[in-house]
């Protein structure tokens, strides 16, 4: 049973399975009792007050769901207008990038279509979202519409709950199905060729580190130094960086969590590997006595800055990175393939692919 910290209605850190989860409770807008779960990717051990830090500032952040009453009472509103309410009630309930990614689909694509037609949310046709669909599929691809059909199925089932519309209409609809995705990957002497290319690069950490443990973009640049113990010879994934785009802004999220339970690991670190980020270590060092009040001393701890303290971010290596391959002649792959590559590269020499997943 995971041990749980009460204070002012809510739950402070509590402990699952070696992890420290941020556990909130409140009343919704209905007067029913919520409890909400938030990994926060800290193991258990030696970090009570991180877990207790975090708790605090989500706290401060937190803001209990709310039905705004224009919602609950209007029966004539729009379904454009309701889709841009239901952004403003689940954005307290959903991750920073999770929201950019709902704003981003709702605000550009499907309130603007259906603003053009007037169609009140009462009024709103199974046969209205296919019409959308089939004209999304004539620009975007199978899974693009999915997204939208998702977002749009979410308001809707909402709208159902608080008695705004009898049915979901979202249900009725034909999803469109998911096209088949299948990545690139790098041989052994690609991967090679590529760690050669991207020595002295800012590529050259995120590069080899997703090539050797198959690690997302996210999980390089979220790397710091406290998830590297030298002495054992251990790495740790616990701390992801993302990017996000809210209101038109650019957003740097840094998360002490990954993607998923899974993907909170503890990794060897092997020679070759270790000896660079001793040498990286150093070098930062030097930087950071050099520069003086100049460096950048926001991101300290980060594996993965440039010379003057500047963290890498998520949209630079995606740029960035097909640049490297074009420039230097290698076949072109998404940094993402690099850990198709490391997976490919481990069933190869015969490790049992349970073990790669894990």
Known sequence: MPRRIFS???RASARKNDFYYIVLSYKDADGKRKTKWEATGLSVKRNKKKAEALLLERRRNFMVPTVPAEIRLDDDILFSDFMLKWLEVTKSTIQITTYASYQGTVERIIVPYFRKRNI???DLKATDLQDFYNKQLGRVKANSVIHYHANIH???KYAVKIDLIPTNPADKVERPKKNEFKGSYYSADEIHALTEIAEGTKLEIPVLLASFYGLRRSEVLGLKWDAIDFEANTLEVKHIVTQASIDGKKVLVQADRAKTKSS???LPLVPPIRDRLLMLKGQQDTYRRLCGKSYNREYLGYLCVD????IIRPNYVSEQFPKLL??????????HDLRHSCASLLLANGVPMKQIQE
Do not use: W
């Not at 010379?307 to 500047?310: K, R, S």
């Not at 074009?326 to 940094?335: H, M, S, T, V, W």
């Open 120 to 122: 009140k949310l009462v």
């Open 8 to 10: 002012h209605g809510s």
């Open 326 to 335: 074009e420039k230097n002649g290698l076949r072109p792959i998404r940094f």
């Open 264 to 266: 909170l690991r503890t």
């Open 154 to 156: 979410k308001a809707l």
């Open 307 to 310: 010379e003057i303290g500047n």
